[in-house]
């Protein structure tokens, strides 16, 4: 087998570690990758995080690729990957400090974000931090053509697949107690949520 390879991660990786570096605190020593994909982020990002010890989880299906990739980086901070499936698996219980996805919540259906969002508020302790990237729409509008297109590919691959709206996102975050700290502009059309756990 060889290992999977996505352009897309190679494109993003620095963009969104170097704003993953101003969130993680001297303090925060686990981080929760959602979605690992084909395991590249975690490769790169946790090389230049010694200090985290970083978490990977996504469908069984992908586990595969992932070790590869993990085999050939031999980073010690990385922890082989966890089985997880948003509406069918409970999420890994690591005690994360940090829980991180990127271009997952458009690729599952809407119920299985949902799913996420509640096992993230009845699963993270107060003050886990929490850190979603990809596209999102606002006010139910596309932000760019390029985003309405790529809405299109997604639904042709998965009905059920769709650029989510941040609004209905930050609104079942705060039911669970989880809130929007910062919407951060990123390159290609993408955003970087930043939220935090609260009490319940």
């Not at 494109?11 to 993953?20: H, K, T």
Request: proline share 4%; glycine share 6%.
């Amino acid at each position: 087998m060889e290992k999977p390879y996505s352009p897309s991660c190679e494109r993003n990786q620095q963009v969104i570690l170097d704003r993953l570096k101003t969130v993680i605190q001297s303090k925060d020593k686990k981080l929760l990758e959602i979605g690992s994909g084909t395991g590249q982020h975690a490769v790169f990002m946790a090389a230049q995080m010694p200090q985290i010890t970083w978490y990977t989880s996504d469908l069984l299906v992908n586990h595969p690729g992932i070790k590869l990739w993990l085999k050939d980086a031999a980073t010690e901070n990385i922890i082989y990957p966890i089985e997880y499936q948003a509406g069918k698996t409970q999420l890994p219980q690591v005690n994360a400090d940090i829980v991180y996805t990127a271009n997952t919540l458009h690729i599952m259906s809407w119920d299985n974000a949902l799913s996420l969002i509640k096992q993230l508020g009845e699963s993270l302790i107060v003050g886990t931090k929490i850190v979603i990237y990809g596209p999102f729409n606002y006010k139910g509008q596309f932000t760019s053509d390029s985003n309405a297109n790529f809405d299109l590919e997604l639904k042709k691959q998965n009905p059920q697949s769709g650029i989510r709206d941040f609004e209905l996102v930050v609104e079942n975050m705060l039911n669970e107690n989880i809130t929007l700290l910062e919407d951060i502009e990123m390159p290609a059309n993408n955003r970087l949520l930043y939220f935090i756990k609260n009490e319940g």
